[in-house]
C-alpha cells in the first residue's frame, strides 16, 4: 500500500502565502502524475494543479498565476506554492497520486485545512 501524508495548511490572512507538502510513503516503483483538489464547504472536490512525472504542469484558471506546483522526485513529494491567497481559496486541500506499485492506482492524502481571512 501508499500512503500520502500532507502538511502545511493553516489559518493566513488576504494577500500572504502558505506552502502544502504531500509526501508520499511504500514500496513504490513508480509515482505518475501529482495533483492537489479542494473542496470548500457545500463545493465539489475541485482539481487545483497538477504535475506529471516529466514536470509538466496544468493550473486551474482560479490560480493561475498565483499557485505554482512542484515535485521532487528524489523525496517523493509534491509541493504547492500558493501566494496571494484570497478568501475563496479557503477549502480542505487533498493530494492525488497515480502510485505504481504491482499496479497501477490512484491515491488519496488524508486533506489538510487552507483557511484565508479577510
Known amino acids: 500500500q501508499a500512503q500520502l501524508v500532507e502538511s502545511g495548511g493553516g489559518l493566513v490572512q488576504a494577500g500572504e502565502s502558505l506552502r502544502l507538502s504531500c509526501a508520499v510513503f511504500?514500496?513504490?516503483?513508480?509515482?505518475?502524475?501529482m495533483a492537489w483538489y479542494r473542496q470548500a464547504p457545500g463545493n465539489e472536490r475541485e482539481l487545483v494543479a497538477s504535475?506529471?512525472?516529466?514536470?509538466?504542469?496544468n493550473y486551474a484558471d482560479s490560480v493561475k498565476g498565483r499557485f505554482t506546483i512542484s515535485r521532487d522526485n528524489a523525496k517523493n513529494t509534491v509541493y504547492l506554492q500558493m501566494n496571494s491567497l484570497k478568501p475563496e481559496d479557503t477549502a480542505v486541500y487533498y493530494c492525488?497520486?497515480?502510485?505504481?506499485?504491482?499496479?497501477?492506482?490512484?491515491?488519496w492524502g488524508q486533506g489538510t485545512r487552507v483557511t484565508v481571512s479577510s
Open positions: 492525488n497520486a497515480g502510485i505504481q506499485l504491482l499496479f497501477t492506482d490512484s491515491y
Open positions: 511504500g514500496n513504490i516503483r513508480a509515482i505518475l502524475t
Open positions: 504535475i506529471d512525472s516529466r514536470g509538466t504542469a
